[in-house]
């Protein structure tokens, strides 16, 4: 393994991470958000199995199970509200929730 | 048969109570009997109990109704406190007391708020025993508010008038001071002992700090001075008499006045455990008010006014036997002062009912004839009070003045001087309302009052014309009838002639020659003997100050007969204006309050309003201005969100990175 190669692979997941969090950002669409949350997450789990690998350390990969769980868990519950909102305004986006707030 | 103690109170409360939501159904008579009634049943209860006390231990009983205040480890009950103080106190109280109901019947005869009358005397006499009786300060204090809020209500009475109005806010206002002084001392009683309850305090008051003794019983003494009209509180006593004569009999001179007087002998324990200058204070205050009211006095025209001021005098004495260390004989004078004044104060109101509502002693005269009973009885109360051998009042104000002459020799010529006062202008009163030309009746009536009106015009520089219009019209209201004084009715004569009889016998309560003759002082042994300062006199000793006394009084009485009767000297050479016009004390207070005082409150009401409310509503201010411009963080935009909370993790990874070294 060529020393170098650990490093592309922190350097794609940190891409990926800011890919996700600028979509996060930007869009209005709660879809396009959830997925962007999901790329975020992945991004981050690349990285632990990443420093698993580095530091020989099988917790790195233990904690992406967790991840992934946790992930789905709020996919579940992301989508329920998605669903929700569209089925009463079919064409809302994520700034049109703000009327929800205090 | 002591158990029946709760009955004492609860009685007059019942009255009270069945007045105030009966009173204007069952009218008059019925309702003055009513109420005359429950007092009267509440003096039987006393004797019942005075009778059941003599089998107690040391003659003292205690019986606790229910817990008032619980609070913690303290509380405050609803208890009663049965000792022979008290139990002297509740026997003048409700004996006099009922007598003057009786007496009201008679007065408040035709009175349209007839009924109220009863009402509110009945609250009085409840809240007066409840002073007495209760066991703990807070009780005493709850009677001690009670009586001042009756003591409003009948002051002001017939609030139609608005001087009658005044005169009671006058006095709520100036018993205002004296309860803070109360409140403070209870609360530094509850802060040094951790209790309330004079049977457990006053055993501890010996081991208690001199300062600490000193500070509650000089509040004590502020709360007293503003109750009992002592200087420089004594100017609400006087307005006092625009109420009812029987009001002025019960409260402002018998009863309610007297509270300062027993709340000092009730805490003497504190008394003797305090610094030593504290009883010179309560001697001097009570000898100078003594002597200062008396002054005024001699120049008052108004038959109450006089025996008002005479009230404050006797007050004084009563302080001074206290800071002489004659509580004994404090108490002493207190009774026989409660029979003799209400005496002379009920004759006063039998006076001006028999005149029709008049007041002015220079329209009265040679009324002996047509009121004999009210003459007689009110003479035996004129000789009781200036102290001529053997009524009432010459004993006790000569076991007074024994305890300020071993107290010191100024005390004592001081006393002298306003006994000698006393019998004198107590004698003018009575030659000018009872002996000498008869002032009233349809000649003298027009000649009076136009001498009158002169005088007062001449007097106060006011435009004579305008001072006869008024004099005239006066005189056209009588012409066609004149005033014919008559005696009253048997209601009001009877209590005239029961106290009259007190007041002549009270004396051998306590007659000094021998010790089995003591009987007060026996009595009162187990509360006060411990502080009571012991006289020991020789039977010279006795005999001389006997002697003293009762040249003075009968001196005093000389001097009058002289000025009022013989009119060897004007009258007006002796009632200087400054006396008439009780040492301005009034109007400099007015000045001062209408003026500086009033310049100095409105700039701390000012402080009030700009700097203490200003501070609040300006923190106020600051959190709302504060809210407005952080809740535009609040947007509701999902991405705003993210992108704070990415910010912020930014911003704390920066932070752990520089500033937090790993080595």
């Known amino acids: 393994m060529s020393p170098n190669l650990p490093l592309a692979y922190l350097a794609l997941s940190a891409i990926l991470f800011a890919i996700g969090g600028v979509g996060l950002l930007v869009r209005r669409n709660p879809l396009v958000m959830i997925m962007c949350v999901e790329l975020m997450l992945n991004a981050v789990n690349l990285t632990f199995v990443t420093f698993g690998r580095m530091l020989d350390d099988i917790a790195g990969q233990v904690i992406v199970f967790f991840v992934m769980v946790v992930a789905a868990a709020e996919v579940v519950i992301g989508l329920a509200l998605i669903v929700a909102m569209a089925r009463r305004r079919p064409e809302a986006n994520a700034d049109d929730l703000r009327l929800l707030r205090g | ?663």
């Open chain 2, 1 to 663: 048969m002591v158990g029946l103690l709760w009955l004492i109170p609860a009685l007059p409360l019942a009255g009270f109570l069945m007045l105030l939501l009966f009173g204007k159904r069952i009218g008059e008579p019925v309702a003055g009997w009513l109420g005359t009634a429950a007092v009267a049943g509440s003096f039987v209860t006393a004797l019942v109990v005075f009778a059941g006390l003599w089998n107690e231990p040391e003659h003292t009983y205690s019986l606790k109704l229910f817990e008032w205040m619980p609070a913690g480890r303290f509380s405050v009950d609803i208890g009663f406190l049965l000792d022979p103080l008290s139990m002297a106190m509740i026997l003048f109280i409700t004996g006099i007391a009922a007598l003057i109901h009786l007496y009201s019947i008679g007065y408040m005869h035709g009175d349209s708020r007839f009924p109220r009358f009863f009402t509110y005397l009945n609250l009085f006499v409840f809240s007066m025993l409840m002073l007495v009786m209760g066991d703990n300060l807070v009780l005493t204090f709850l009677g001690w508010e009670g009586v001042g809020a009756c003591s409003y209500f009948l002051i002001s009475f017939w609030f139609e008038k608005d001087a009658n109005a005044s005169a009671g806010k006058k006095a709520f206002i100036t018993n205002r001071v004296g309860d803070w002084g109360f409140m403070v001392g209870t609360f530094a009683t509850f802060f040094a002992f951790g209790t309330v309850k004079y049977v457990e305090f006053l055993p501890q008051a010996s081991g208690l700090a001199q300062t600490t003794a000193t500070f509650i019983v000089l509040m004590l003494f502020i709360g007293a001075i503003g109750k009992s009209a002592q200087i420089p509180l004594f100017i609400w006593l006087p307005d006092a008499m625009a109420g009812p004569t029987p009001v002025s009999a019960l409260i402002h001179a018998a009863t309610m006045v007297t509270a300062g007087v027993y709340l000092l002998v009730r805490v003497n324990p504190l008394i003797a455990a305090s610094a030593s200058w504290l009883p010179w204070v309560i001697a001097g205050i009570g000898v100078a008010t003594a002597f200062l009211a008396a002054t005024i006095a001699i120049a008052q025209t108004d038959i109450k006014k006089v025996l008002a001021y005479s009230t404050v005098s006797q007050l004084g004495f009563m302080f001074l036997a206290v800071g002489a260390g004659g509580y004994s004989a404090a108490i002493f004078h207190m009774i026989t002062h409660a029979f003799f004044k209400a005496c002379m104060f009920l004759g006063s109101g039998s006076v001006i009912h028999g005149m029709h509502e008049e007041q002015d002693m220079r329209r009265m005269g040679a009324l002996r004839k047509v009121m004999p009973i009210t003459a007689i009885t009110f003479i035996i109360g004129w000789l009781a009070i200036a102290g001529v051998p053997p009524f009432s009042g010459f004993w006790s104000k000569d076991d007074i003045l024994a305890y300020a002459l071993h107290k010191s020799i100024v005390l004592y010529v001081i006393g002298l001087i306003t006994a000698l006062l006393t019998a004198f202008y107590m004698s003018r009163q009575v030659f000018m309302v009872f002996f000498g030309r008869a002032n009233w009746g349809p000649s003298q009536e027009a000649e009076l009052a136009n001498k009158l009106a002169h005088e007062t015009a001449h007097a106060d520089g006011d435009d004579p014309a305008d001072a006869e219009v008024h004099a005239d019209a006066h005189g056209d209201a009588h012409d066609g009838h004149g005033v014919v004084p008559h005696e009253s009715p048997r209601t009001m004569t009877i209590p005239l002639i029961v106290l009259a009889f007190f007041a002549a016998t009270a004396g051998v309560l306590n007659l000094p020659f021998t010790e089995h003759l003591e009987f007060l002082n026996r009595w009162l042994e187990p509360v006060v003997g411990a502080a009571q300062t012991q006289l020991h006199l020789s039977g010279a000793q006795l005999t001389i100050e006997l002697l003293i006394s009762t040249v003075v009084a009968l001196s005093g009485i000389a001097i009058a007969y002289a000025v009022y009767l013989k009119h060897k000297v004007d009258a007006r050479r002796i009632e200087l204006p400054l006396f008439a016009n009780g040492w301005y004390i009034d109007s400099a207070i007015s000045n001062f309050m209408g003026g500086l005082g009033r310049r100095a409150f409105e700039m701390i009401a000012h402080f009030d309003r700009v700097v203490i409310d200003g501070a609040v509503n300006g923190v106020a201010r600051a959190t709302r201005g504060g809210a407005m411009r952080l809740r535009s963080v609040q947007s509701g935009y999902v991405r705003w969100y993210a992108l704070m909370i990415g910010v912020g993790t930014v911003a704390i990874v920066a932070f752990v990175l520089t500033q937090v070294s790993f080595s």
